[in-house]
């Protein structure tokens, strides 16, 4: 990666990812903004926002009978369903997160994730299944940079352009990861509507280490949107000769939390609450030791596996 471990001078930065689920209630949105934006006045992060929309795409592919199927959480987009993801995504979405914002007394700047070349867009690999969606990846922080310094908040919508500036839809998670990445964050949070990733008796797995993902994707239990979820986090990381290595990103840790209560994500913030953390470490009981975490649901999987 171009810009990573670029020093001091510039801000410690942690990417919020709010789901499309989250948007329905401008004041419970207001809620949680304000509960993020207390979580960083007292530890001295800056937020930078990403937000779905992916609820509102299902709604106006329908009444515009359009057609609406996913592949591993993936919207398959025709050109045709371009226009009305794109309202529903920069246009719907974005302006209630604007607005959310306002209300939280936060002052939000609007930006395409491609806007002065933040991240780079292509056309997905496997875009002959998924059609018109890219695949992103972090190139210039310098804009966002530029507005955190001066206060703002920048917000960030998950509709992007590739190099010929053809309209991508990028899943709002892949936005997140790269701008994690971009941006040299040292926490990257995804708010859904569950309390983080669940096992198969709906019980919150605390905690897992990167190197559990692939095998988790694979659970019965896993499945839809969590799927690519979890891919796309890998996405931060790397292994070299079967252990986990940190990539050039700063990222040391992502946490998968509920947004739909102010109360949970304060204290998932606090690393007290019902949400999972996902850490890069290899080996999960150094890890149980060194933080205490309790991780038995995962045993339980391992233990299935074994
Ligand atoms: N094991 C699991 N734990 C939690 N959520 C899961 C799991 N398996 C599937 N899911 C589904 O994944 C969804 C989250 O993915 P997605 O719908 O893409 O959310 P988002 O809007 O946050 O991107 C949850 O709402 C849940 O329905
Ligand atoms: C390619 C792809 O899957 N794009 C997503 C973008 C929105 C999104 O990710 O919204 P949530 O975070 O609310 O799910 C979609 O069309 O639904």
């Known amino acids: 990666m171009k810009y990573c471990n670029h020093g001091a001078d510039y801000p410690d930065v942690t990417v ?3 789901s499309g689920k989250l948007l329905q209630s401008e004041s419970l949105l207001s809620e949680i903004l304000l509960v993020i934006k207390s979580w960083c006045q007292s530890t001295g992060q800056q937020a ?36 009305v993801i794109a309202g529903a995504l920069a246009g719907y979405a974005h302006t209630k997160v604007l607005s959310a914002c306002k209300q939280a007394m936060i002052d939000p700047v609007g930006m395409t994730p491609t806007t002065a070349d933040t991240l780079s867009c ?20 310098t804009l966002t940079f530029q507005l955190l310094a001066q206060g703002f908040w920048p917000v960030f919508h998950s509709l992007a352009t590739d190099q010929n500036g053809e309209c991508l839809n990028v899943n709002a998670d892949d936005i997140a990861v790269a701008l ?8 990257l949070v995804l708010l859904s509507d569950t309390n983080g990733l669940l096992d198969a008796k709906g019980q ?14 694979e659970q019965q239990w896993v499945s839809k949107g969590m799927i690519a979820k979890l891919l796309a986090i890998t996405e931060l990381f790397s292994t070299e000769g079967g252990k986990v290595a940190q990539r050039s990103s700063n990222v040391s840790e992502v946490i998968i939390a509920s947004g739909l209560s102010p109360h ?10 019902q949400a999972t953390t996902i850490k890069m470490m290899a080996n999960v009981h150094q890890w149980q030791q060194a933080e205490q975490v309790e991780i038995k649901s995962l045993m339980n999987i391992k233990e299935a596996q074994t």
């Open 204 to 217: 919150t797995i605390r905690a897992i280490t990167v190197d559990q993902i692939k095998s988790l994707t």
């Open 48 to 83: 930078v926002l990403v937000h779905g929309g992916g609820l509102y795409c299902d709604h106006w592919c329908n009444v515009f009978q359009l057609p609406n199927n996913k592949r591993n959480g993936m919207r398959v987009t025709d050109p045709q369903q371009l226009p």
């Open 180 to 187: 994690a990445d971009c941006l040299s964050a040292s926490k």
């Open 16 to 18: 919020f990812k709010l």
């Open 264 to 273: 949970l994500l304060k204290d998932a913030l606090q690393g007290s609450g």
């Open 122 to 141: 292509q056309l997905h690999p496997d875009h002959t299944v998924l059609g018109r969606v890219g695949n992103v990846s972090a190139n210039d922080p």
